[in-house]
């Protein structure tokens, strides 16, 4: 097979889910959404010819050129583009991927500060699928999208259900735009800026952290939430979160 102008599969970062579980899970949970589906990072299309099957539109973004053009011959009735999971336009209502688990990352930014999506289901690495979902505390990023956003967990798929097989098992996340925002979106810079300086504080407690960080008696907000003033950044669900910002 010739190497695509990006690379090989190792430059592109591809490891190719062939685990049957996963892809039917995968299927059933886009089948629970609604509208056309954008699946990024199509490689061969283990995904892909499944997706097709829901009769709903289908368009499939890779970078590899020779894998774009092998789909558009196997899958007629599918919209295959040439692009990049990084700037290709977020615009359909479902979102699918198995991500590249080197551009997790700014795909995941992007996913959450741009476009019209509703619904994503994502393959990733697992610590990133746990960490995302809050599964042992919240991670800032979480923190700072969470009121727009609602992600939840569906399981762990293992090393050797990829091709090549990475050193770390991946992790099934779905994540659902919130029909009623926690968090006015117009307040989202100041709102996001003010995650940050909680998580980044000095002290020990979140009582403590946002004494420091804004003075201001917290103690009655912190009851009306729920939170003990001993808790830390990571524990705080989105709910609590928004009451402390509007507090």
Do not use: C
């Amino acid at each position: 097979m010739s190497r695509s102008v990006h690379g090989g599969r190792h430059e592109l970062g591809q490891n190719f889910l062939h685990h049957p579980p996963t892809i039917d899970r995968i299927v059933r949970l886009v089948h629970q959404t609604d509208g056309p589906i954008l699946e990024i990072g199509a490689g061969d299309g283990a995904l892909t010819r499944h997706l097709a099957t829901l009769g709903r539109d289908v368009r499939a973004v890779d970078l590899d050129e020779h894998r774009v053009r092998r789909l558009r011959r196997r899958l007629p009735s599918v919209t295959v583009v040439h692009d990049d999971a990084l700037r290709t336009p977020l615009d359909l209502p479902v979102v699918v991927g198995n991500l590249p688990f080197h551009l997790t990352t700014p795909i995941l930014r992007r996913l959450l500060t741009d476009g019209t999506w509703a619904e994503a289901v994502l393959l990733t690495q697992w610590e990133v699928a746990r960490k995302r979902a809050g599964v042992g505390g919240r991670t800032m990023l979480t923190a700072q999208t969470a009121p727009w956003f609602d992600f939840t967990l569906h399981g762990r798929v293992p090393a050797d259900g990829f091709r090549p097989k990475p050193a770390v098992d991946g992790g099934l996340l779905t994540i659902s735009r919130r029909r009623e925002p926690l968090v006015d979106p117009a307040e989202r810079a100041g709102y996001e800026q003010f995650v940050r300086q909680v998580f980044t504080g000095r002290g020990r407690g979140v009582e403590r952290i946002l004494t420091d960080a804004a003075p201001k008696p917290w103690r009655p907000i912190l009851k009306t939430a729920g939170i003990p003033p001993s808790a830390l950044p990571r524990d705080l669900t989105p709910r609590q979160w928004a009451t402390l910002w509007i507090g």
